[in-house]
């Protein structure tokens, strides 16, 4: 009998630090350190939709992810060269099995970048995200994310490396209790106006002892990106190759500048 309920409290362990890496998210990108110039607005719409996903919740209540339709709205302020002031607001499920309709939190982040990103060889940055959930979203009120960025230009700079080893907590565990979900492109552009990548997102699990390799979660996405005047288009096919992951994830995300500089 005493197995028995060890087993049972290895599970729900295994569980609870699984429960935010494996949760619905709003944004499905890669930081390429590229930031709004100083004085102009941005706006993006991230619209994720998942076809063929997990059928049960990943913590109690949850939003399911099977047949849902995720998103946020993310604005943008290039406050420096440097430094981009960003709040997704809202975030937001169009539809899920469980829930339907709902505003899911929001998201306050700071982004320091490389100045100039695009013009150089090698560029980095970091971005510091604070969020606060509801509890069908996320299994903790407020979580936050640092996203450390490295990436280069390659062949005249129509290949793009990118790197993001990202960290993130809902303020238990301490250090140990940082989960490890990086993410990584390889993009080809084949001029201004067109590229095609492949991304990669992982989930490994707390840094104190990561999960199960068949709890972990990895999904590989095809990418479009597409550059028109008014509008920029990054459209993607997911596709989960692990227990922890979806079997197929949609997403498609719009932006454009709302202002301009005046001359």
């Not at 990418?223 to 509008?231: A, E, G």
């Not at 992951?245 to 719009?254: Q, S």
Request: glycine fraction near 10%; include cysteine; charged fraction near 15%.
């Amino acid at each position: 009998m005493a197995r028995t309920y060890s087993g049972v409290l290895i599970l729900i362990a295994l569980a609870a630090t699984a429960a935010s890496m494996f949760a619905q998210t709003d944004e499905i990108q890669v930081y390429d350190a590229e930031i709004a110039e100083p004085g102009i607005f941005n706006l993006m719409i991230h619209t994720n939709y998942t076809p063929i996903g997990r059928t049960t919740p990943a913590f109690p209540n949850a939003i399911i992810a099977n047949e849902s339709v995720n998103g946020a709205a993310e604005w943008a302020y290039g406050v420096t060269p440097w430094f981009e002031q960003g709040l997704y607001l809202p975030v937001y499920s169009f539809y899920s099995t469980n829930h339907g309709a709902t505003i899911n939190g929001f998201k306050v982040r700071e982004l320091f970048v490389r100045p100039h990103a695009r013009d150089h060889k090698f560029f980095y940055g970091v971005n510091f995200e604070f969020g606060v959930n509801a509890l069908y979203w996320e299994p903790k009120r407020i979580t936050s994310e640092i996203r450390p960025i490295v990436g280069v230009h390659l062949g005249h700079r129509h290949w793009d490396l990118i790197y993001n080893p990202i960290l993130d907590t809902d303020y238990t565990g301490g250090f140990k209790g940082l989960e490890f979900n990086p993410c990584a492109r390889v993009a080809y552009h084949f001029n201004q106006a067109w590229a095609v990548a492949l991304e990669q997102y992982d989930g490994f699990g707390p840094l104190g002892g990561f999960v199960p390799p068949n709890q972990q979660f990895h999904e590989t996405w095809g990418v479009v990106d597409r550059n028109y005047r008014l509008v920029n288009i990054e459209a993607g096919v997911g596709v989960g190759w692990s227990g922890g992951a979806d079997r197929l994830t949609l997403k498609l995300m719009l932006s454009r500048d709302l202002n301009s500089h005046s001359h």
